[in-house]
């Protein structure tokens, strides 16, 4: 008899996107008038074509691969060394990291849910409230947690609330835990941690032998020069902190698939009997085990943003969609809204109208004006009241969205 892995059996009933689309697809079927005039705001997909430079980067890529002369067979798993060190040079320029402790993957999403394989069972795990769905079920996939209550909060998680008092951003708890999850700019909420708030959750790491898992993954959004990227630019982080990056917001790459981690060799956790392993001899171990790199193209492409060309076309881009949040943040303001995001960070938090849960607002904005969105209790019990909205979009389809929201609401 084989048996299952019961920690599926823990799982809600459903990931929060297939729940959206689910809806989504009953109302195109029984709306089929309606339907046609459908707008997603909802699941941060990027919708503007790929950037020149890469593209003319990966169509290098694929004539190589037709000559045999030039044929790439297996890649290295940790990622081609053109673009290890594009990344190092540029994205971590002045940090102190190296090219050797760059990871190129396929996905952050992927590598946030698989660092757990190189970290043991009995350890204390802090997540935000709201939070990014992929932390949580992958923690009770691992069997790292109990139960979920009636809140959808699972036992043996530290949830670390974040609401409007405290800008969204959480400060560290008052207790010891081993590992801790940050985002920022922050999805669902884009909100951002100062310098200062980063530096005490730092300190707070070195004070207690916490590992800080930080998905930057948005960092190319960030507009404010004051507003860190990186976790590496807060003093101690090279002494405990894992980041998570990807190309696909930053490039455009959401169908392309490639991204990055970086594990500093600085940073270590514990064996049971107290001695000190490097994370990055683990890391690069799991990585060579069950991964088998990301293709040339994808490489070759991701190493081009980087180019001069290559830059000035991904500013382009932020810049499309970062006027596409101002839009959706100005119009949700001006119908009476709370509004948090949407300044260094491509997603717009906002409070639902007076009695209204997330769910019931995801209903009304679906059936009443034909527009998705994300509801915030699908992101945690502390996102009940608020809901996302996505700025990746057409420019013509956010002023359109904005207009329904000021018909709805206004």
């Known amino acids: 008899m084989a048996f299952i892995n019961e920690n599926f059996l823990k799982l809600k009933a459903g990931y929060l996107f297939p729940e959206i689309s689910r809806r989504v697809t009953a109302f195109q079927q029984q709306n089929v008038e309606k339907a046609a005039r459908l707008i997603r705001c909802g699941i941060g997909d990027v919708t503007e074509a790929l950037p020149e430079a890469a593209i003319k980067a990966m169509h290098e890529g694929v004539d190589e691969l037709a000559d045999r002369a030039s044929f790439k067979g297996y890649g290295p798993e940790q990622g081609y060394a053109f673009l290890r060190e594009a990344v190092a040079t540029n994205a971590y320029a002045n940090l102190n990291i190296s090219a050797d402790e760059i990871f190129i993957s396929d996905g952050s999403k992927c590598d946030t849910g698989n660092i757990l394989d190189i970290f043991g069972k009995g350890n204390r795990i802090a997540i935000t409230d709201p939070v990014y769905p992929v932390y949580v079920d992958t923690n009770v996939m691992a069997g790292n947690t109990g139960d979920a209550d009636t809140n959808g909060a699972y036992e043996g998680l530290v949830y670390l609330k974040c609401d409007a008092s405290n800008g969204f951003v959480a400060p560290p708890p008052a207790e010891k835990v081993d590992l801790v999850y940050l985002c920022f700019p922050n999805n669902p909420t884009g909100a951002v941690a100062t310098r200062e708030q980063l530096q005490a959750w730092v300190d707070y790491a070195i004070a207690n032998d916490t590992v800080i898992l930080f998905d930057s993954a948005y960092e190319a959004f960030v507009q404010d020069p004051n507003v860190p990227r990186s976790i ?19 490039g455009g790459f959401t169908g392309v698939r490639c991204a990055y981690t970086v594990v500093p060799k600085t940073v270590t956790a514990a064996t049971q009997d107290g001695q000190r392993i490097a994370l990055h ?17 994808v490489q070759k492409a991701a190493a081009a943003l980087f180019s001069a060309e290559g830059k000035v076309q991904v500013a382009a881009l932020i810049e499309h969609y970062m006027g596409n949040a101002a839009l959706l943040r100005d119009a949700c303001s001006a119908v009476g809204l709370e509004v948090f995001g949407g300044i260094n960070a491509p997603y717009v938090w ?4 007076e009695g209204k849960t997330s769910w019931e607002m995801f209903d009304l904005m679906l059936h009443e004006a034909q527009v998705v969105i994300t509801p915030g209790s699908g992101f945690g019990a502390a ?23 000021t018909t709805l609401l206004g």
């Open 383 to 405: 996102g009940e009241g608020w809901f996302r909205i996505s700025a990746f979009n057409s420019r013509a389809n956010v002023e359109e969205v904005c207009r329904r929201i």
């Open 281 to 297: 001899q683990l890391w690069s171990r799991r990585h060579s085990t069950k991964f088998n790199g990301a293709s040339y193209p």
């Open 232 to 250: 590496y630019e807060i003093a101690g982080a090279h002494q405990c902190a894992l980041e998570f990056r990807s190309f696909s917001k930053h």
């Open 350 to 353: 906002v409070g639902c109208p």
